[in-house]
Protein backbone atom coordinates (compact mmCIF):
# COMPACT_ATOMS: atom_id res chain seq x y z
CA UNK A 1 0.00 0.00 0.00
CA UNK A 2 1.56 3.62 -0.97
CA UNK A 3 1.99 5.47 2.55
CA UNK A 4 0.80 8.53 2.59
CA UNK A 5 3.19 12.30 3.67
CA UNK A 6 1.76 15.11 4.18
CA UNK A 7 4.31 18.48 4.31
CA UNK A 8 3.45 21.70 4.26
CA UNK A 9 5.49 25.30 3.77
CA UNK A 10 4.90 28.20 6.04
CA UNK A 11 2.14 30.44 4.02
CA UNK A 12 4.18 33.82 3.02
CA UNK A 13 2.79 37.48 3.89
CA UNK A 14 1.85 39.03 0.90
CA UNK A 15 2.75 42.77 1.33
CA UNK A 16 5.85 42.11 -1.10
CA UNK A 17 7.19 39.89 -3.67
CA UNK A 18 9.22 37.27 -2.20
CA UNK A 19 12.87 37.03 -2.20
CA UNK A 20 15.45 34.14 -2.20
CA UNK A 21 15.19 33.19 1.39
CA UNK A 22 11.61 32.27 0.84
CA UNK A 23 12.52 30.73 -2.19
CA UNK A 24 14.88 28.51 0.04
CA UNK A 25 12.23 27.21 2.01
CA UNK A 26 9.63 26.40 -1.31
CA UNK A 27 12.34 24.87 -2.74
CA UNK A 28 13.20 22.65 -0.19
CA UNK A 29 9.98 21.69 0.69
CA UNK A 30 9.33 20.78 -2.94
CA UNK A 31 12.85 18.77 -3.00
CA UNK A 32 10.87 16.74 -0.13
CA UNK A 33 7.87 15.85 -1.90
CA UNK A 34 9.41 15.31 -5.65
CA UNK A 35 11.97 12.55 -3.59
CA UNK A 36 8.68 11.38 -1.94
CA UNK A 37 6.80 10.76 -4.81
CA UNK A 38 9.57 9.68 -6.92
CA UNK A 39 10.26 6.85 -4.12
CA UNK A 40 6.72 5.96 -4.56
CA UNK A 41 4.31 7.85 -1.90
CA UNK A 42 0.71 9.50 -1.77
CA UNK A 43 2.52 13.12 -1.27
CA UNK A 44 0.33 15.73 -0.37
CA UNK A 45 2.06 19.32 -0.88
CA UNK A 46 0.18 22.40 0.47
CA UNK A 47 1.80 26.41 0.45
CA UNK A 48 -0.26 29.19 0.59
CA UNK A 49 -0.65 32.26 1.14
CA UNK A 50 -1.29 35.00 4.46
CA UNK A 51 -3.34 37.59 4.12
CA UNK A 52 -5.41 38.86 7.13
CA UNK A 53 -2.12 40.89 8.26
CA UNK A 54 -2.23 44.08 9.16
CA UNK A 55 1.17 44.42 6.77
CA UNK A 56 -1.23 43.42 3.38
CA UNK A 57 -4.06 46.42 4.60
CA UNK A 58 -1.31 48.55 5.01
CA UNK A 59 0.46 47.80 1.97
CA UNK A 60 -2.92 47.85 0.28
CA UNK A 61 -3.94 51.31 1.63
CA UNK A 62 -0.45 52.93 0.69
CA UNK A 63 -0.92 52.11 -2.85
CA UNK A 64 -4.88 53.24 -2.24
CA UNK A 65 -5.50 50.18 -3.71
CA UNK A 66 -8.77 48.04 -2.10
CA UNK A 67 -7.17 45.08 0.44
CA UNK A 68 -9.25 42.57 -1.61
CA UNK A 69 -7.93 43.66 -4.92
CA UNK A 70 -4.06 44.04 -3.71
CA UNK A 71 -4.23 40.56 -2.08
CA UNK A 72 -5.98 38.75 -5.05
CA UNK A 73 -3.07 40.28 -7.14
CA UNK A 74 -0.47 39.26 -4.52
CA UNK A 75 -1.43 35.79 -4.53
CA UNK A 76 -1.66 35.78 -7.92
CA UNK A 77 2.33 36.92 -8.71
CA UNK A 78 3.62 34.74 -5.77
CA UNK A 79 1.86 31.57 -7.15
CA UNK A 80 3.71 32.75 -10.67
CA UNK A 81 6.76 32.75 -9.46
CA UNK A 82 6.89 29.60 -7.04
CA UNK A 83 5.43 28.32 -10.38
CA UNK A 84 8.77 29.37 -12.31
CA UNK A 85 10.92 27.88 -9.95
CA UNK A 86 8.72 24.51 -10.29
CA UNK A 87 7.35 24.42 -7.02
CA UNK A 88 5.13 20.93 -7.85
CA UNK A 89 2.61 22.10 -4.49
CA UNK A 90 -0.72 20.09 -4.58
CA UNK A 91 -2.69 23.19 -3.36
CA UNK A 92 -2.60 26.73 -2.43
CA UNK A 93 -4.66 28.17 0.89
CA UNK A 94 -5.40 31.74 0.71
CA UNK A 95 -6.51 32.39 4.09
CA UNK A 96 -8.75 35.34 2.38
CA UNK A 97 -10.73 31.78 0.93
CA UNK A 98 -14.39 31.11 2.42
CA UNK A 99 -13.29 27.58 2.89
CA UNK A 100 -10.45 29.01 5.28
CA UNK A 101 -13.01 31.47 7.17
CA UNK A 102 -14.77 28.51 8.40
CA UNK A 103 -12.03 26.30 9.48
CA UNK A 104 -10.78 29.03 11.50
CA UNK A 105 -14.45 29.84 13.13
CA UNK A 106 -14.78 25.90 14.03
CA UNK A 107 -11.32 25.93 15.20
CA UNK A 108 -12.17 28.81 17.65
CA UNK A 109 -15.41 27.69 18.61
CA UNK A 110 -13.92 24.24 19.69
CA UNK A 111 -11.13 25.87 21.46
CA UNK A 112 -13.68 28.49 22.84
CA UNK A 113 -16.30 24.87 24.01
CA UNK A 114 -13.10 23.44 25.34
CA UNK A 115 -12.87 26.36 27.97
CA UNK A 116 -9.55 27.69 26.75
CA UNK A 117 -11.01 30.87 26.01
CA UNK A 118 -11.48 34.09 27.95
CA UNK A 119 -11.48 37.91 27.34
CA UNK A 120 -9.24 40.38 29.07
CA UNK A 121 -7.64 43.29 28.17
CA UNK A 122 -4.11 43.43 26.57
CA UNK A 123 -1.81 45.78 27.21
CA UNK A 124 1.91 45.64 25.37
CA UNK A 125 3.89 45.89 22.65
CA UNK A 126 3.03 44.34 19.08
CA UNK A 127 5.18 44.69 15.94
CA UNK A 128 3.33 44.74 12.62
CA UNK A 129 5.93 43.06 10.53
CA UNK A 130 6.34 40.17 12.72
CA UNK A 131 2.63 40.07 13.71
CA UNK A 132 3.39 39.46 16.97
CA UNK A 133 3.40 40.59 21.08
CA UNK A 134 6.47 41.47 22.49
CA UNK A 135 7.28 41.08 26.00
CA UNK A 136 9.16 44.57 27.41
CA UNK A 137 12.34 42.09 28.44
CA UNK A 138 12.16 40.81 25.36
CA UNK A 139 12.76 44.11 23.06
CA UNK A 140 15.96 45.50 22.19
CA UNK A 141 16.76 48.52 22.92
CA UNK A 142 13.07 49.16 22.88
CA UNK A 143 12.85 47.44 19.55
CA UNK A 144 11.64 44.59 17.49
CA UNK A 145 14.68 42.03 18.39
CA UNK A 146 13.83 41.02 14.82
CA UNK A 147 13.16 43.76 12.63
CA UNK A 148 15.02 46.42 14.95
CA UNK A 149 11.97 48.94 14.02
CA UNK A 150 9.91 50.44 17.21
CA UNK A 151 6.84 48.13 18.33
CA UNK A 152 3.30 49.55 19.01
CA UNK A 153 1.71 50.26 22.34
CA UNK A 154 -1.60 48.52 22.16
CA UNK A 155 -4.43 48.71 24.90
CA UNK A 156 -7.55 46.67 23.54
CA UNK A 157 -10.09 44.18 24.92
CA UNK A 158 -9.60 41.15 23.19
CA UNK A 159 -9.59 37.15 23.44
CA UNK A 160 -6.97 35.23 25.02
CA UNK A 161 -6.18 31.53 24.98
CA UNK A 162 -5.16 29.44 27.96
CA UNK A 163 -1.27 28.22 26.22
CA UNK A 164 -0.81 28.44 30.24
CA UNK A 165 -2.69 24.96 30.44
CA UNK A 166 -0.63 22.93 28.45
CA UNK A 167 2.68 24.10 29.27
CA UNK A 168 3.18 20.30 30.77
CA UNK A 169 1.63 18.56 28.25
CA UNK A 170 3.58 20.09 25.81
CA UNK A 171 6.81 19.76 27.60
CA UNK A 172 6.17 15.88 28.05
CA UNK A 173 5.09 15.64 24.37
CA UNK A 174 8.72 17.28 23.02
CA UNK A 175 10.52 14.96 25.42
CA UNK A 176 8.62 11.62 24.58
CA UNK A 177 9.31 12.63 20.99
CA UNK A 178 12.73 13.77 20.12
CA UNK A 179 11.68 14.20 16.47
CA UNK A 180 8.91 16.93 16.85
CA UNK A 181 11.20 19.30 16.50
CA UNK A 182 14.22 19.42 13.93
CA UNK A 183 17.02 20.01 14.21
CA UNK A 184 18.80 19.40 17.57
CA UNK A 185 19.22 22.94 18.46
CA UNK A 186 15.69 24.72 17.46
CA UNK A 187 14.37 21.72 19.97
CA UNK A 188 16.27 23.32 22.74
CA UNK A 189 15.85 26.70 22.11
CA UNK A 190 11.48 25.77 22.13
CA UNK A 191 12.41 23.28 25.43
CA UNK A 192 14.08 26.18 27.49
CA UNK A 193 11.66 28.81 25.97
CA UNK A 194 8.63 26.05 27.57
CA UNK A 195 10.70 25.60 30.76
CA UNK A 196 10.71 29.37 31.15
CA UNK A 197 6.66 29.67 31.96
CA UNK A 198 4.29 29.98 29.19
CA UNK A 199 2.07 33.01 29.25
CA UNK A 200 -1.58 33.03 27.65
CA UNK A 201 -1.51 34.93 24.24
CA UNK A 202 -4.56 37.23 22.39
CA UNK A 203 -5.98 35.64 19.67
CA UNK A 204 -7.79 38.64 18.40
CA UNK A 205 -7.88 42.25 17.55
CA UNK A 206 -10.44 44.75 18.22
CA UNK A 207 -8.72 47.54 16.49
CA UNK A 208 -8.62 45.83 13.17
CA UNK A 209 -10.97 45.22 11.01
CA UNK A 210 -8.88 42.92 8.02
CA UNK A 211 -9.51 39.65 9.56
CA UNK A 212 -11.66 36.68 9.96
CA UNK A 213 -14.63 38.10 12.44
CA UNK A 214 -14.68 36.03 16.08
CA UNK A 215 -17.70 33.89 15.85
CA UNK A 216 -18.66 34.54 19.21
CA UNK A 217 -18.08 38.65 18.81
CA UNK A 218 -18.09 39.78 15.89
CA UNK A 219 -16.66 43.24 16.64
CA UNK A 220 -13.48 41.39 16.75
CA UNK A 221 -10.92 39.90 14.37
CA UNK A 222 -8.96 36.58 15.03
CA UNK A 223 -5.29 37.45 15.78
CA UNK A 224 -3.47 36.49 12.01
CA UNK A 225 -0.92 34.40 13.40
CA UNK A 226 -4.14 32.06 15.09
CA UNK A 227 -5.65 32.27 11.73
CA UNK A 228 -2.52 31.32 9.41
CA UNK A 229 -1.56 28.11 10.96
CA UNK A 230 -4.98 27.06 10.66
CA UNK A 231 -4.56 26.52 7.39
CA UNK A 232 -2.62 23.40 7.61
CA UNK A 233 -5.80 21.73 8.59
CA UNK A 234 -7.97 23.63 5.60
CA UNK A 235 -5.43 22.39 3.06
CA UNK A 236 -6.59 18.53 3.75
CA UNK A 237 -10.41 19.26 3.89
CA UNK A 238 -11.20 19.68 7.65
CA UNK A 239 -13.40 20.19 8.70
CA UNK A 240 -16.20 19.30 6.04
CA UNK A 241 -14.36 16.72 4.48
CA UNK A 242 -13.12 14.52 7.24
CA UNK A 243 -12.53 11.40 5.11
CA UNK A 244 -9.52 13.71 2.88
CA UNK A 245 -8.13 14.96 6.26
CA UNK A 246 -7.99 11.76 8.04
CA UNK A 247 -6.32 10.39 5.37
CA UNK A 248 -3.65 12.84 5.39
CA UNK A 249 -3.61 14.35 8.76
CA UNK A 250 -1.42 14.51 10.67
CA UNK A 251 1.30 16.00 8.77
CA UNK A 252 4.51 14.61 8.51
CA UNK A 253 6.53 17.68 8.47
CA UNK A 254 5.74 21.38 8.61
CA UNK A 255 8.88 23.04 6.81
CA UNK A 256 9.27 26.86 8.37
CA UNK A 257 11.96 29.23 9.22
CA UNK A 258 14.21 29.74 12.28
CA UNK A 259 12.22 32.54 13.26
CA UNK A 260 8.55 31.35 13.34
CA UNK A 261 9.34 27.84 15.22
CA UNK A 262 7.60 28.87 18.69
CA UNK A 263 4.07 29.47 16.84
CA UNK A 264 4.56 25.90 15.40
CA UNK A 265 6.25 24.53 18.55
CA UNK A 266 4.59 26.03 21.34
CA UNK A 267 1.26 27.93 20.23
CA UNK A 268 -0.01 25.35 17.04
CA UNK A 269 0.30 22.34 19.22
CA UNK A 270 -1.35 23.28 21.99
CA UNK A 271 -4.09 24.82 19.73
CA UNK A 272 -4.37 21.29 18.10
CA UNK A 273 -4.87 19.78 22.00
CA UNK A 274 -7.53 21.97 22.42
CA UNK A 275 -9.48 21.19 19.53
CA UNK A 276 -8.96 17.90 20.54
CA UNK A 277 -6.71 17.27 17.41
CA UNK A 278 -3.68 15.05 16.54
CA UNK A 279 -0.34 17.08 16.55
CA UNK A 280 1.78 17.23 13.43
CA UNK A 281 4.74 14.49 13.32
CA UNK A 282 7.54 16.88 12.84
CA UNK A 283 8.23 20.64 12.68
CA UNK A 284 11.88 21.34 10.64
CA UNK A 285 12.89 25.10 11.85
CA UNK A 286 15.54 25.75 8.84
CA UNK A 287 18.32 28.02 8.75
CA UNK A 288 18.35 31.76 6.99
CA UNK A 289 20.01 32.66 3.75
CA UNK A 290 21.83 35.62 4.12
CA UNK A 291 23.02 38.56 1.55
CA UNK A 292 26.39 39.44 2.53
CA UNK A 293 25.83 38.68 5.87
CA UNK A 294 22.50 40.86 6.14
CA UNK A 295 18.65 39.84 6.47
CA UNK A 296 16.93 39.88 3.48
CA UNK A 297 13.89 42.26 3.93
CA UNK A 298 10.76 42.41 1.65
CA UNK A 299 10.11 45.48 3.99
CA UNK A 300 13.38 47.19 3.49
CA UNK A 301 13.42 46.24 -0.21
CA UNK A 302 16.92 44.25 -0.08
CA UNK A 303 16.60 40.83 -1.24
CA UNK A 304 17.29 38.80 -4.18
CA UNK A 305 14.44 38.45 -6.76
CA UNK A 306 14.56 34.55 -7.47
CA UNK A 307 12.21 35.32 -10.62
CA UNK A 308 14.91 37.46 -12.04
CA UNK A 309 17.34 34.84 -11.29
CA UNK A 310 15.39 32.02 -13.21
CA UNK A 311 14.63 34.49 -16.11
CA UNK A 312 18.65 34.31 -16.66
CA UNK A 313 20.21 31.22 -15.24
CA UNK A 314 16.97 28.95 -15.17
CA UNK A 315 15.14 27.99 -12.06
CA UNK A 316 17.55 24.60 -11.39
CA UNK A 317 20.68 26.55 -11.33
CA UNK A 318 19.17 28.48 -7.91
CA UNK A 319 17.51 25.20 -7.06
CA UNK A 320 20.73 23.32 -6.86
CA UNK A 321 22.86 26.05 -5.19
CA UNK A 322 21.06 26.85 -2.02
CA UNK A 323 20.31 23.40 -1.54
CA UNK A 324 24.04 22.19 -2.37
CA UNK A 325 25.51 25.21 -0.12
CA UNK A 326 23.13 25.51 2.77
CA UNK A 327 22.74 22.64 4.82
CA UNK A 328 19.01 22.50 6.04
CA UNK A 329 18.89 23.36 9.72
CA UNK A 330 21.66 26.21 9.09
CA UNK A 331 22.24 29.64 8.24
CA UNK A 332 23.92 30.65 4.74
CA UNK A 333 24.71 33.11 2.45
CA UNK A 334 23.71 33.70 -0.89
CA UNK A 335 26.71 35.05 -2.88
CA UNK A 336 26.68 35.93 -6.89
CA UNK A 337 30.68 34.32 -7.11
CA UNK A 338 29.33 30.93 -5.42
CA UNK A 339 26.18 31.16 -7.64
CA UNK A 340 27.69 31.50 -10.93
CA UNK A 341 30.56 29.01 -9.94
CA UNK A 342 28.19 26.01 -8.67
CA UNK A 343 26.23 26.87 -12.37
CA UNK A 344 29.53 26.43 -14.32
CA UNK A 345 31.34 23.62 -12.32
CA UNK A 346 28.72 21.50 -11.32
CA UNK A 347 26.19 21.67 -13.12
CA UNK A 348 27.57 23.12 -16.74
CA UNK A 349 31.26 20.89 -16.37
CA UNK A 350 30.57 18.08 -13.97
CA UNK A 351 27.15 16.95 -15.26
CA UNK A 352 26.39 18.51 -18.51
CA UNK A 353 29.73 17.96 -20.16
CA UNK A 354 29.01 13.77 -18.72
CA UNK A 355 25.80 13.72 -20.49
CA UNK A 356 27.03 15.77 -23.68
CA UNK A 357 30.30 13.27 -24.27
CA UNK A 358 28.13 10.08 -23.58
CA UNK A 359 25.20 11.09 -25.59
CA UNK A 360 28.18 12.37 -29.02
CA UNK A 361 30.00 9.26 -28.52
CA UNK A 362 26.91 6.54 -28.55
CA UNK A 363 25.66 8.51 -31.82
CA UNK A 364 29.72 8.55 -33.29
CA UNK A 365 30.18 4.98 -32.35
CA UNK A 366 27.25 3.19 -32.46
CA UNK A 367 24.92 5.23 -34.78
CA UNK A 368 22.93 6.73 -31.54
CA UNK A 369 21.62 3.06 -30.65
CA UNK A 370 22.67 1.96 -27.16
CA UNK A 371 24.85 -0.85 -27.47
CA UNK A 372 24.23 -4.25 -25.06
CA UNK A 373 27.80 -4.78 -22.47
CA UNK A 374 29.87 -7.18 -23.56
CA UNK A 375 32.04 -9.66 -21.30
CA UNK A 376 31.92 -9.71 -17.65
CA UNK A 377 32.03 -6.44 -15.71
CA UNK A 378 36.00 -5.00 -14.91
CA UNK A 379 37.20 -3.22 -12.16
CA UNK A 380 36.48 -0.03 -12.92
CA UNK A 381 32.88 -1.24 -13.88
CA UNK A 382 32.53 -2.89 -10.90
CA UNK A 383 33.59 0.41 -9.00
CA UNK A 384 31.40 2.46 -10.83
CA UNK A 385 28.16 -0.02 -10.03
CA UNK A 386 29.26 -0.19 -6.37
CA UNK A 387 29.52 3.23 -5.81
CA UNK A 388 26.27 3.93 -7.99
CA UNK A 389 24.68 1.56 -4.81
CA UNK A 390 26.25 3.59 -2.72
CA UNK A 391 25.00 6.70 -3.68
CA UNK A 392 21.02 5.52 -3.48
CA UNK A 393 21.76 4.83 -0.36
CA UNK A 394 23.48 7.77 1.08
CA UNK A 395 20.23 9.68 -1.21
CA UNK A 396 18.11 7.39 1.16
CA UNK A 397 19.62 8.64 4.70
CA UNK A 398 20.17 12.02 3.73
CA UNK A 399 16.46 12.81 2.54
CA UNK A 400 15.15 11.15 5.41
CA UNK A 401 17.48 13.63 7.64
CA UNK A 402 16.60 16.46 5.43
CA UNK A 403 19.83 16.75 4.64
CA UNK A 404 19.80 17.85 1.00
CA UNK A 405 23.72 18.90 0.74
CA UNK A 406 24.67 15.47 2.05
CA UNK A 407 22.74 14.05 -0.65
CA UNK A 408 23.77 16.09 -3.34
CA UNK A 409 27.46 15.82 -2.44
CA UNK A 410 27.08 12.24 -2.67
CA UNK A 411 25.40 12.55 -6.15
CA UNK A 412 28.25 14.73 -7.45
CA UNK A 413 30.56 11.70 -6.25
CA UNK A 414 29.00 9.66 -8.62
CA UNK A 415 29.51 12.37 -11.75
CA UNK A 416 32.76 12.96 -10.95
CA UNK A 417 33.64 9.32 -11.00
CA UNK A 418 31.58 8.63 -13.96
CA UNK A 419 33.89 11.57 -15.32
CA UNK A 420 37.06 9.79 -14.56
CA UNK A 421 35.38 6.19 -15.86
CA UNK A 422 35.42 8.31 -19.27
CA UNK A 423 39.37 9.05 -18.79
CA UNK A 424 40.29 6.05 -17.78
CA UNK A 425 38.64 4.03 -20.42
CA UNK A 426 39.54 6.66 -23.20
CA UNK A 427 36.50 5.06 -25.41
CA UNK A 428 38.53 7.18 -28.62
CA UNK A 429 40.83 4.54 -28.42
CA UNK A 430 39.12 1.80 -27.52
CA UNK A 431 36.77 2.93 -30.88
CA UNK A 432 39.93 1.92 -32.99
CA UNK A 433 41.09 -1.51 -31.15
CA UNK A 434 38.40 -2.83 -29.21
CA UNK A 435 34.61 -2.47 -30.18
CA UNK A 436 33.37 -5.38 -27.59
CA UNK A 437 34.63 -3.04 -24.63
CA UNK A 438 33.87 0.14 -26.19
CA UNK A 439 30.23 -1.05 -25.96
CA UNK A 440 30.44 -2.09 -22.40
CA UNK A 441 31.74 1.73 -21.79
CA UNK A 442 29.36 3.65 -23.26
CA UNK A 443 26.52 1.53 -22.23
CA UNK A 444 27.80 2.02 -18.32
CA UNK A 445 28.02 5.80 -18.88
CA UNK A 446 24.36 5.97 -20.40
CA UNK A 447 22.97 3.93 -17.49
CA UNK A 448 24.91 5.79 -14.79
CA UNK A 449 23.00 8.93 -16.55
CA UNK A 450 20.33 7.06 -15.94
CA UNK A 451 20.80 6.42 -12.65
CA UNK A 452 21.93 9.84 -11.75
CA UNK A 453 18.69 11.63 -13.70
CA UNK A 454 16.70 9.94 -10.71
CA UNK A 455 19.09 10.82 -8.23
CA UNK A 456 18.93 14.11 -8.89
CA UNK A 457 15.30 14.83 -9.67
CA UNK A 458 13.94 16.28 -6.73
CA UNK A 459 16.28 18.87 -6.81
CA UNK A 460 16.53 19.51 -10.03
CA UNK A 461 13.37 18.47 -11.97
CA UNK A 462 13.90 20.11 -15.19
CA UNK A 463 17.42 19.14 -15.34
CA UNK A 464 16.18 15.40 -15.05
CA UNK A 465 13.80 15.68 -17.21
CA UNK A 466 16.04 17.05 -20.13
CA UNK A 467 18.80 14.76 -19.31
CA UNK A 468 16.60 11.39 -19.79
CA UNK A 469 15.06 12.87 -22.95
CA UNK A 470 18.48 13.13 -24.45
CA UNK A 471 18.69 9.09 -23.29
CA UNK A 472 15.52 8.46 -25.18
CA UNK A 473 13.99 7.06 -21.95
CA UNK A 474 11.19 8.71 -19.48
CA UNK A 475 11.86 9.33 -15.86
CA UNK A 476 10.01 6.51 -13.60
CA UNK A 477 8.60 8.58 -10.59
CA UNK A 478 6.48 6.51 -8.14
CA UNK A 479 6.31 3.42 -10.23
CA UNK A 480 9.08 0.62 -8.78
CA UNK A 481 11.58 2.49 -7.00
CA UNK A 482 13.51 -0.61 -5.73
CA UNK A 483 14.11 -1.44 -9.62
CA UNK A 484 14.24 1.74 -10.47
CA UNK A 485 17.50 2.53 -8.42
CA UNK A 486 19.23 -1.04 -9.62
CA UNK A 487 21.93 -0.96 -12.08
CA UNK A 488 20.89 -2.23 -15.11
CA UNK A 489 17.69 -0.55 -16.11
CA UNK A 490 18.36 0.85 -19.42
CA UNK A 491 17.11 -1.05 -22.28
CA UNK A 492 20.18 -1.54 -25.15
CA UNK A 493 18.94 -0.66 -28.24
CA UNK A 494 17.40 2.68 -27.25
CA UNK A 495 17.89 5.48 -29.93
CA UNK A 496 19.58 8.79 -27.70
CA UNK A 497 18.70 12.15 -29.21
CA UNK A 498 20.88 12.82 -32.35
CA UNK A 499 22.67 16.58 -31.77
CA UNK A 500 23.35 16.43 -27.73
CA UNK A 501 22.12 19.68 -26.18
CA UNK A 502 24.22 21.46 -23.67
CA UNK A 503 21.93 21.19 -19.99
CA UNK A 504 23.67 24.33 -18.90
CA UNK A 505 25.64 26.88 -20.85
CA UNK A 506 28.31 28.44 -19.18
CA UNK A 507 27.72 31.99 -17.38
CA UNK A 508 29.39 35.18 -16.53
CA UNK A 509 28.97 36.92 -13.32
CA UNK A 510 25.96 39.47 -13.96
CA UNK A 511 27.75 42.81 -13.51
N1 LIG B 1 3.13 34.41 7.39
C1 LIG B 1 4.09 33.88 8.29
C2 LIG B 1 4.05 32.37 8.33
C3 LIG B 1 2.74 31.77 8.73
S1 LIG B 1 2.82 30.02 8.71
C4 LIG B 1 1.39 29.49 9.41
C5 LIG B 1 5.49 34.34 7.84
N2 LIG B 1 5.59 34.75 6.58
S2 LIG B 1 6.94 35.31 5.90
O1 LIG B 1 6.55 35.72 4.59
O2 LIG B 1 7.54 36.29 6.74
O3 LIG B 1 7.93 34.11 5.85
C6 LIG B 1 7.62 32.93 5.14
C7 LIG B 1 8.70 31.87 5.41
O4 LIG B 1 9.94 32.30 4.84
C8 LIG B 1 8.97 31.64 6.89
O5 LIG B 1 9.14 30.27 7.17
C9 LIG B 1 10.26 32.40 7.13
O6 LIG B 1 11.02 31.88 8.18
C10 LIG B 1 10.95 32.15 5.80
N3 LIG B 1 12.02 33.12 5.54
C11 LIG B 1 11.91 34.48 5.50
N4 LIG B 1 13.14 35.01 5.22
C12 LIG B 1 14.03 34.02 5.06
C13 LIG B 1 15.40 33.96 4.75
N5 LIG B 1 16.12 35.03 4.53
N6 LIG B 1 15.96 32.74 4.65
C14 LIG B 1 15.25 31.58 4.82
N7 LIG B 1 13.95 31.61 5.12
C15 LIG B 1 13.32 32.80 5.28
O7 LIG B 1 6.41 34.25 8.63
Request: net charge negative; glycine share 8%; proline share 5%.
Amino acid sequence: MTKKFYVTTAIIYVNALPHVGHAYEMIATDAIARYKRLTGHDVFFLTGTDENSLNAERKARSLGLPTQHYVDEMAATIKKVWRKLNISFDDFVRTTDERHRLACQEFFTRTYDAGDVYPSTYEGWYCVSCEAFYRAEELMDGMCPVHKTKPEWLKEKNYFFALSKYQDRLLQHIEANPDFIQPEARRNEILSFIRGGLQDFSISRSSVRWGIPVPIDPSQVLYVWFDALINYLTGVGWPTDLTRFQHYWPADVHIVGKDITRFHCVYWPAMLMSAGLPLPREVFGHGFVYLRGERMSKSLGTGVDPGAIVDDFGADSLRYYLLREVPFGRDGDFTWEGFVQRHNADLANDLGNLLNRTVSMVNRYFGGVVPTPIGAPTGPDAELMALAADTFAELERSMNALAFSDALVAIWQFVGRANKYVEESAPWVLAKSDRDRLASVLYNLVESLRLIAHAIYAFVPETAERAVEQLGIELEIGTNWGQTRQWGGYRPGTRVIEKPVPLFPKKELPS
